[in-house]
């Protein structure tokens, strides 16, 4: 069987996160070629490193993706490079800790809002306006979190991805007819001890642990190969173990 994502060509940001590094291994592994933005060098460097046991052309930009001129040096890029864009992964963010009545910080609520919503606005203006004028039936992924519903009680984190959680339902339905999928991805706990095991967690009901990063990155596998998703858009797809699920009756009324 031909790889699911053969010759595809994508492109990821956030690229040395724990999500993301296992979101471009993945894809990587079905023969997808990967292209990445991450604002660290260091982790450029490792994950140009760990794609070369895939065999498939892949290149790190070394930039920070809430600057709009950043996003158009990448596209024009890849446009004077000649690479068409067919799978688009909106993975990059940040979290603060902050809250309401304590730490507010007007000036750090743009700066969550620049990185985890604005920017990958942008960015997927530029690329789903590539996609359209080569008539590529193009797949765009946006992580977002369980925090779109669940509180976080770091509210502007939550925010922006509530935000992107509605965004997604609107290129859905805007890009429909250009035969472009927009869909995404809402992790729980996601992180593995030293030895690659999860890490127990007391408040997810299935398997008691976090959540292994690869498993992220074959659910985006999933929505981007047209083989299992040809006709899913505006889904956001939760992969939380339950965590979502929790409440005080789980601890009130536990399970005998």
């Given amino acids: 069987m031909e790889a699911l994502l053969q ?11 724990n999500i993301s ?22 982790e450029v460097n490792a994950l140009e490193h760990e794609l070369e046991s895939c065999r498939i052309a892949s290149r790190g930009f070394n930039l920070d993706i809430s600057k709009s001129k950043n996003i158009d040096r990448l596209c024009d890029w890849l446009l004077d490079a000649g690479i068409p864009i067919d799978i688009l992964v909106n993975n990059v963010g940040v979290e603060l800790d902050e809250t309401f009545t304590g730490s507010f910080s007007l000036e750090e609520w743009h ?7 604005l920017g990958p606005a942008y960015l997927t ?37 509530a935000a992107l959680g509605m965004i997604i339902k609107e290129l859905a339905v805007e890009l429909a007819p250009y035969k472009i999928r927009v869909n995404g991805i809402a992790p729980g706990y996601v992180r593995e001890g030293p030895d690659g095991n999860p890490i127990e967690h007391k408040y997810t009901p299935l398997y008691g642990s976090s959540i292994n990063p690869c498993y992220i990155g074959r659910a985006a596998v999933y929505l981007a190969a047209d083989y299992f998703s040809k006709f899913t858009t505006g889904t956001v ?3 939380d ?7 005080h009756l789980n601890d009130q009324n536990p399970l005998r």
């Avoid at 700066?111 to 919503?117: A, L, P, S």
């Avoid at 996609?131 to 770091?154: A, C, E, K, N, Y």
């Fill in 237 to 239: 797809l939760k992969i």
């Fill in 21 to 42: 590094r296992n979101i471009a291994v993945e894809m990587g592994k079905e023969g997808a070629h990967i292209y990445f933005a991450e604002i660290g060098p260091k």
């Fill in 111 to 117: 700066r969550v809002f620049d990185t985890n919503v």
């Fill in 241 to 247: 173990a339950g965590l979502s699920l929790y409440n």
């Fill in 125 to 161: 203006k530029r690329v789903s306006q590539m996609m359209i004028d080569r008539h590529i039936h193009g797949s765009i992924l946006f992580v977002t979190s369980i925090h779109q519903w669940v509180i976080r009680r770091h509210p502007s984190y939550s925010g922006s991805k």
């Fill in 7 to 17: 010759g595809k060509n994508v492109l990821l940001t956030g690229g040395g996160g």
